[in-house]
């Protein structure tokens, strides 16, 4: 870690390889850049991976469940992001189920 390394006076702290690149960084104003050097959110990450359905982001709990964001097709405005878990996954608003994908990808809107 080294606070300030690039003299910019915005008083970031810098986190660097084995090599001097830049791999992470958190800002002055807690915007964290994981491959990003300009974070525009409290946790801005960018891959260097162009492989379609290349693993961006897993989150995963104490008992190994996980979920995964994927790269779309970087060369097809068409093509999603792609969410995969081997749970169910569920949309709430207002603390109310609003959708459900089950497991075996049955989906319940409202229930």
Do not use: C, Y
């Not at 910019?8 to 090599?19: A, E, P």
């Not at 359905?53 to 964001?69: C, K, N, V, Y």
């Amino acid at each position: 870690m080294q606070p300030d390394v690039d003299n910019s006076g915005d008083d970031v702290i810098q986190f660097l390889n084995s090599t001097g690149s830049e791999t992470m960084r958190i800002h002055s104003d807690w915007n964290v850049g994981i491959g990003e050097s300009t974070p525009a959110a409290p946790l801005h990450v960018k891959t260097s991976d162009a492989t379609t359905g290349a693993i961006i982001a897993r989150f995963t709990t104490q008992t190994d469940r996980h979920l995964d964001i994927l790269q779309p097709n970087t060369s097809n405005d068409n093509d999603p992001f792609t969410f995969k878990t081997s749970n169910a996954l569920n949309f709430r608003v207002d603390n109310e189920d609003a959708l459900t994908i089950n497991s075996a990808g049955r989906v319940g809107v409202g229930t």
